[in-house]
């Protein structure tokens, strides 16, 4: 069977920690969508692993593949996996032949539309590495596929077609200098040539490149169990997000049909957990109507509650929510019903993971964002448009706060003893969306997490 691991916010749910967690019995671990866009943490024994391509099965030594609906930067793959040994760990990771692959140029260009964006307010905060543009690439047919690395003449022929475009935006829209403004080899057919025929060589000769659908029906008709580890989150969907201050992907459940080759009609037979941080943060732009404090150059200017940013500042330093590259700190706010309402419809959930209820412990009270009013209306699910979600109005419903308590302890014991006052919380969310809650995280490492009942 299959279980879809989804993020259910704005990315950073503790995704690749729920993987981890019921990982035991998976056979298989699939990415679906995105890159090197996301940071995806397990902690095993005090041992705390950042996997950004891999998929967080290689902790538990799972075969990992990313599927086609990946867009894969061959050089930060292999530079974790590398880390990854060097830190004795034994990754397996396999790239479908058709997944694009994620060019120097990409990068290039990802940093330069977001520099004009900003001028207008429209920029979403990218992680910079090239993702947006790269699935460009593809939607126009002009992509290069993991595939093509394998195939020196199909290689060039690509290159040779999509590089000169690449140089005439560069130079006739942007009004840059190739050499002087930008890197020179990001734009060099030679040396593109030259680099990612050196990655086509290593993918073949350590036989990573896989038929993704294929690979995974027959691994399903001998009995394997699957998981789709799905990265970001359905509001940064491209489709179903705050678009623009989107990824370019479909995190959501459906893109693990369509970013693996395993019908939707055996994914849907199979389980849909969707996994909820027990707050918001948030690393990029746009409106977020239950924000507290803001952050400059993401908070828009008319958002946030600067009043409330001592709690915003307690709750980041608890959660620790802080970028890992930049440290930069990130937006944090209280749960969003609606955001999660429009989640459990758009994935189907079958189940909940709700992650960090640690973190809001020792707080007198906590809030909840339970609807919103637009133009006098409640609403109980996100408006169709940022626009109009940049006007809602959070409505709030306050719990009384639960003590902060020997988590472990907890962990080891089960849900009955959780503190009153967080399963009254838990139940809340679980009945507002219909949906089993499955595990409840109440720390960063595998121990830490009361785990009700398996997908599997
Ligand atoms: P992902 O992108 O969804 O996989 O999530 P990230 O790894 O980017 O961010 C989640 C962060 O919270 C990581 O540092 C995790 O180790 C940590 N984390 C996950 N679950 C919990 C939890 O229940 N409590 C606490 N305190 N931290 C958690
Ligand atoms: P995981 O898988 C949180 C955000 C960026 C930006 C927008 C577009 O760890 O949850 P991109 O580089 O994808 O074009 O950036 O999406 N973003 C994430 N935010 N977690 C992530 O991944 C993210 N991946 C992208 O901050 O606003
Ligand atoms: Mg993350």
């Known amino acids: 069977m299959t279980v879809t691991i ?12 729920i993987v981890d967690v019921y990982g035991d019995v998976v056979d298989v671990v699939v990415r679906y969508q995105g890159g090197d866009n996301a940071g995806h943490t397990v902690v095993y024994e005090g041992d705390e692993y950042k996997l950004s391509l891999v998929p967080s099965g290689a902790v538990r030594g799972k075969i990992g593949i990313l599927g086609n609906g990946c867009v894969v930067n061959p050089k930060t793959l292999f530079e974790e996996i590398d880390t990854l040994k060097e830190r004795g760990l034994s990754p397996d990771v396999r790239v479908a032949e058709r997944a694009h692959a994620i060019l120097p140029y990409h990068r290039v260009l990802d940093g330069l539309e977001e520099d004009v964006k900003s001028d207008d307010n429209l920029a979403a905060g990218t992680t910079g590495r090239g993702i947006g543009p790269t699935y460009e690439d593809k939607a126009g047919r002009r992509g290069i596929r993991i595939g093509d690395l394998l195939d020196a003449e199909v290689l060039r022929e690509r290159l040779e077609y999509v590089v000169p475009q690449k140089r005439a935006l560069v130079e006739d829209v942007y009004n840059l200098e190739i050499g002087e403004d930008v890197d020179a080899d990001a734009f060099d057919i030679e040396t593109l040539f030259e680099t990612y025929r050196g990655f086509g060589d290593r993918i073949e000769r350590e ?37 623009p201050y989107v990824t370019s992907s479909n995190p959501t459940a459906g893109g693990a049909a369509v970013g693996t080759g395993v019908g939707p009609t055996v994914i849907g037979q199979g389980e849909v957990v969707g996994i909820v941080k027990a707050y918001l943060s948030r690393v990029g732009t746009g409106p977020l109507p239950t924000e507290l404090g803001s952050v400059d150059g993401q908070t828009p200017a008319d958002g946030g509650r600067p009043d409330e940013s001592e ?15 930049t440290g930069r700190p990130r937006r944090v706010g209280w749960l969003d019903m609606p955001m999660l309402r429009h989640a459990a419809r758009a994935n189907g959930f079958t189940g909940l993971a709700i992650n960090h209820l640690d973190v809001l412990a020792g707080m007198d009270e906590v809030k909840v964002g339970h609807s919103y009013t637009l133009d006098g209306d409640e609403l109980l699910t996100m408006p169709p448009t940022t626009e109009q979600w940049g006007e809602c109005e959070a409505e709030f419903r306050t719990f009384d706060g639960w003590p902060d308590v020997e988590w472990s302890d907890v962990a080891e014991t089960g849900y009955d003893v ?4 967080a399963k009254t919380y838990l139940e809340y969310i679980s009945e507002e969306l219909a949906t089993p809650i499955y595990a409840v995280g109440v720390g960063p490492g595998r121990e830490e997490t009361v785990i009700v009942e398996s997908p599997f």
Not at 312 to 324: K, N, S
């Open 6 to 17: 989804v993020g259910s916010q704005l990315g950073d749910e503790g995704k690749g920690g």
């Open 311 to 325: 709690l915003a500042t307690y709750i980041r330093d608890e959660g620790g929510e802080y970028g890992t590259v």
């Open 418 to 421: 959780l503190p009153e006052n």
């Open 207 to 243: 036989g990573m490149a896989v038929n993704c659908g294929d690979f995974l029906g027959r691994r399903l008709d001998a009995g394997d169990e699957i998981m789709f580890e799905g990265a970001q989150g359905t509001s940064i969907d491209i489709d179903h997000g705050i678009y």
